[in-house]
């Protein structure tokens, strides 16, 4: 497997096929590339929802998001399907995936269905680069603390009414609001990660309300550094896999009325935790060039994709 750098931070471009069946060597061979570069880019991968489905499931668990668009059959498998009918919404501001969870998503895989030509791009940012830019008086003051993390803007999905608020208590006694330390430690790299984020982290626990708040956001603003960035710009058939335990992203509002329609599955993780596991091996880098671009699909029909909890006829599904 070839493996090109495209950030001086992290970030990645890789040379193989995934659709399935995928080997146990290429899986691994991933994995490491994953926990070096922390972000993944696959051009040209034409993959259904099945292979999606079975990419995700050869790294782990896949988990159902609750409050994310998803297919009828599947609810595993996250459809965001954006259009002038459709707009996005809620993905526009720096996050990790589900840190609502006690044990947060590992691994996310996002596939591109239909680009806008202009715009969609997705930003990223190193919490890994991002803890190591602070001071070391920084550091040691932060190591340690603890904060809570909730549904943050989620909770706007559902209006004040009995039924819709019936369907979010539900919901949170799935997911009761965990604790998580604010530097938590990679548990394959042993790389120590800033773990807060703007959507879902609510508070401090050992600060009090003032002290929490201000040290709280000058810790959100990091992914705002430059230096830790890396922006992915999307073509029909590009795979982006991340690292949710070592990065953030940011989805740019900024192809609207254009069409974006994108595939995602979740790979479940671990508890965070703040003790340090041993490091794990990296893969060697070496250049591929640049695959050519593939048309978009315009005859895959316009709708709104429901999320789990706006569905009728059973429960929610809240793996």
């Known amino acids: 497997m070839e493996v090109r750098r495209i950030g001086p931070v992290f970030g990645a471009e890789v040379d193989v096929d995934l659709r399935a069946p995928v ?63 459709n707009p996005a919404a809620l993905t526009d501001v720096w996050h990790a995936d589900e840190t609502f969870r006690a044990e947060p998503p590992s691994v996310t895989m996002l596939h591109s269905l239909i680009a806008p030509s202009l715009g969609g791009g997705t930003m990223f940012a190193s919490m890994r680069a991002a803890y190591e830019l602070l ?21 706007g999905l559902f209006p004040n009414e009995p039924d819709a608020r019936a369907r979010l208590h539900q919901i949170e006694l799935a997911f009761p609001h965990p604790v998580h330390p604010v530097v938590r430690v990679h548990p394959e790299t042993g790389r120590r990660v800033l773990y ?25 603003t990091r992914p705002s550094m430059s230096e830790i960035q890396l922006r992915i710009d999307w073509r029909a058939g590009t795979l982006v896999m991340w690292d949710n335990r070592s990065v953030q992203h940011y989805a740019c509002h900024d192809y609207y009325p254009q069409r974006r329609r994108m595939q995602r599955v979740t790979v479940a993780g671990d508890r965070p935790v703040a003790d340090a596991p041993p490091p794990s091996r990296s893969v060697q880098r070496v250049v591929v060039a640049n695959p050519p671009v593939q048309p978009e699909d315009a005859s895959v029909p316009r709708r709104r994709v429901l999320r789990p909890f706006e569905r009728t006829g059973g429960e929610v599904p809240v793996s």
């Open 23 to 85: 080997g146990g060597e290429t899986i691994a061979a991933v994995r490491a590339a994953l926990n070096e570069h922390e972000v993944l880019v696959v051009r040209d991968q034409d993959l259904s929802g099945e292979d999606m489905l079975a990419l995700g499931h050869a790294f782990g668990e896949l988990l159902c998001n609750p409050f994310s668009p998803s297919a009828d059959d599947a609810p595993e498998l996250i459809i965001f399907d954006n259009h002038d009918e």
């Open 135 to 155: 001071s070391e008086r920084m550091k040691a003051f932060i190591e340690g603390l603890t904060a809570l993390h909730d549904f943050g803007r989620f909770d």
């Open 196 to 220: 807060v984020n703007r959507h879902f982290t609510r508070r401090i626990n050992e600060l009090t309300e003032d002290e929490g708040a201000a040290l709280l956001e000058l810790l959100l």
